[in-house]
């Protein structure tokens, strides 16, 4: 009798048990890098990374977590990508986004700085300045939340970088110049966020080019 019984005794499924464990810092951070790689490799918009990554940092258990990368290729165990070849620098340790503020002031980060995964660039009646065309990148993906209330937001990058934004200019003006590297390795900056009555921009600088940049900071750090 208990070898007949047997067959018929259901099997525990494997996804409820972890999927009801709460999340940790580690669990969303792993997320949030296939997240990272999915959009700069085009798979996601940056619409569609805002809102995920939004999603990512609500979640309070794995199983809220899981099915914001299931339809991307890292999330079913795939290798990841090797290493960039872009070593400007050891990846930072993930932190707060870096904010930058100006309130009737000016506000700027320029020369040879190591650029976050994350900027927040806020301007009222004020004027932010970022300059990322000598900067160290610890990472492959860099994105920059630019907002401007009657004043600007100019952001400049190496001419042979990925360039990608999306954004609103309400009574002002939002443009990001879209560039494509010919390397599939290379930098990618995303610029996202709105104007009222102000300006965002965004563009390469001319005659500014990372690979040059490379070979000065890899001799600078000693690398």
Do not use: C
């Not at 007949?4 to 464990?21: D, F, N, S, T, Y």
């Not at 996601?44 to 299931?70: F, I, M, N």
């Not at 993906?141 to 309400?170: D, H, M, Q, W, Y």
């Not at 104007?195 to 040059?212: D, H, Q, Y």
């Amino acid at each position: 009798m208990d070898l007949e019984k047997q067959p018929q005794q259901p099997v525990a499924p494997a996804g409820p048990a972890p999927a009801g464990i709460r999340a940790s810092d580690a669990d969303r951070d792993r997320i949030a890098d296939i997240l990272r790689d999915a959009m700069a490799e085009g798979r996601l918009t940056a619409e569609e990374h805002a809102e995920r990554v939004d999603l990512v940092y609500r979640a309070k258990t794995v199983g809220e977590l899981e099915p914001l990368v299931q339809d991307l290729p890292a999330a079913g165990g795939a290798a990841r990508p090797a290493a960039s070849p872009y070593g400007y620098g050891p990846e930072a340790a993930t932190g707060p986004a870096e904010n930058l503020v100006a309130v009737f002031s000016s506000s700027t980060r320029r020369g040879r700085w190591r650029v976050g995964g994350r900027t927040n660039a806020f301007s009222l009646f004020g004027s932010v300045e970022i300059d990322l065309t000598e900067a160290l990148f610890g990472q492959r993906l860099t994105v920059i939340n630019a907002t401007s209330i009657f004043g600007s937001v100019e952001i400049k990058v190496p001419e042979n970088i990925s360039l990608r934004g999306s954004g609103t200019g309400i009574f002002g003006n939002f443009e990001v110049d879209t560039l494509e590297s010919a390397d599939p390795e290379a930098p990618v900056v995303v610029v996202n966020g709105y104007s009222v009555f102000g300006n965002v921009e965004a563009k390469p600088k001319r005659g500014k080019l990372i690979t040059n940049l490379h070979r000065q900071l890899r001799k600078h750090l000693g690398h």
